[in-house]
């Protein structure tokens, strides 16, 4: 079985090297794919390695890694990442609670074997769902605990896990501990084949969050040259077409309404050119939110449409709110996470695809916390709705706080988890 993975992955390799050339994805790390690691890395004394795909798993990576410092100060955390979007947020905080980062290892027998005879790490911990097999199985081998935490299978996943799951029976017996997201997801870990007794719901990490906010990255209305009677709505990690519905719905409201104001967000920001161009289009101005941090634009219509086009600030820009849209819903992308913004006690509406964060959506709706929209005409309905109601406004972002604080504490379950696994 082993033999036949390896085949298929190289064939997907030889298959997707044009798209890494098309794409220029080579960057100057891409050679750690290979196992070439720094010695920031290799240096390090039995480390305990985790592994985030990208952001949203970094970020969970962060706090496990915070945790486990203060527990024990002296264990070396090493973090790898798939993306590079990944790997320069997890960066950011090495030094810190992070000893070093570096790219995870194309899942070869020889490059992972090669890779666990430089680091020798005494736990490995995947955040989420990423079970990649040979580096599982030299693991094993090597008596290595491995750890799945903050497990989730979203439906899309466990059918595809399902119809193979005569592989992944054989990939599961080697993970020593499973710890999940929701009493769901347990049971689709289950159905895969793994083993009950080492089966765990412990809750979702993501709800375990600080309101965090640096001084030199807090924003206030004046910040966008509105004023408090401004009523701002903010499109969070928006897809194409969101941002379309979104400023479509502001060029209605803002005849009727004078005093709303709209901040859009996109997911990836390589796209700001085509939002800008339909921005042009249909009549309305925009100010880059580049411009704003660098002071170098001052806002003499200050109705223009903020397009905030840097990574990292979208967290503390939910602040100003009154009305946040959460992106990736209104389109088959599975959505984005709605904590961010009920921290800050917002009225928040996302659509009807929000698969990715199935659990965490169903309980917002549950306590009415939050929104869900189907279409685009509906999201323009409900937007209309909470403009006329402060009270409505005040309802849903006072549950949205309460929601997370009820369900926060698995961070903690999670760390006495790990405490059974790590040899000191």
């Known amino acids: 079985m082993i033999v036949l993975y390896n085949i298929c992955f190289l ?16 960057h100057k790390d891409f050679f750690q794919k290979f196992g070439i690691l720094s010695s920031s890395v290799v240096l390090l004394k039995n480390p305990i390695w985790i592994h985030a795909v990208s952001v949203g798993e970094g970020a ?16 070396s955390i090493i973090v790898s990442t798939t993306t590079q979007t990944g790997h320069d947020f997890v960066t950011k905080e090495q030094g810190k609670s992070i000893d070093a980062t570096f790219y995870y290892p194309f899942d070869f027998s020889f490059i992972v074997k090669n890779v666990l005879k430089k680091i020798k790490p005494r736990l490995y911990i995947v955040i989420e769902t990423e079970l990649w097999p040979n580096l599982l199985t030299q693991l094993f081998f090597k008596k290595i605990p491995i750890m799945l935490v903050n497990g989730r299978l979203s439906d899309r996943s466990f059918s595809s896990y399902f119809k193979i799951r005569f592989v992944f029976d054989n990939i599961l017996k080697k993970i020593s501990c499973f710890c999940m ?17 080492k089966v765990f719901n412990l809750g979702n990490i993501k709800f375990d969050e600080e309101l965090i906010v640096e001084k030199n990255s807090m924003f206030d209305k004046s910040f966008f040259h509105f004023s408090e009677k401004n009523y701002v709505i903010v499109g969070g990690s928006t897809h194409s077409p969101e941002e379309q519905y979104l400023i479509d719905i502001y060029k209605k409201k803002i005849n009727i309404n004078g005093s709303l104001r709209l901040i859009l967000v996109p997911r990836h920001i390589n796209r700001i050119n085509s939002i800008v161009k339909y921005i042009n289009n249909v009549g309305l101005e925009y100010v880059l939110f580049s411009n704003l941090l660098n002071k170098n634009n001052v806002l003499e219509n200050n109705k223009k449409i903020i397009l905030v086009d840097k990574i990292g600030y979208l967290k503390n820009i939910y602040s100003v709110a009154d009305i946040v849209f959460v992106g ?15 921290l800050w006690g917002k009225a928040i509406i996302f659509g009807k695809y929000m698969y990715n964060f199935r659990q965490i959506s169903d309980i917002f709706i549950k306590n009415n916390a939050a929104i869900m929209v189907k279409d685009n ?12 109601s402060s009270e409505k406004r005040d309802v849903l972002a006072s549950n949205a706080q309460n929601v997370v604080k009820e369900n926060n504490g698995a961070l903690l379950k999670t760390l006495e988890k790990i405490k059974e696994y790590i040899n000191i």
């Open 11 to 26: 064939l997907f390799c030889i298959i997707y090297l044009p798209y890494l050339l098309i794409k220029r994805n080579f």
């Open 60 to 75: 969970i990576a962060i706090k496990l890694s915070k945790a486990l410092k203060k527990e024990f100060p002296f264990v």
């Open 181 to 197: 997201q929701s009493e769901q997801d347990a049971q689709k870990i289950l159905k895969l084949g793994a083993d009950e007794k």
């Open 328 to 342: 990736g819903s209104l389109v088959k992308k599975g959505g984005q996470n709605p904590i961010e913004p009920a």
């Open 377 to 388: 005409m509906d999201l323009e309905l409900r937007i209309n709705d909470l403009l006329l």
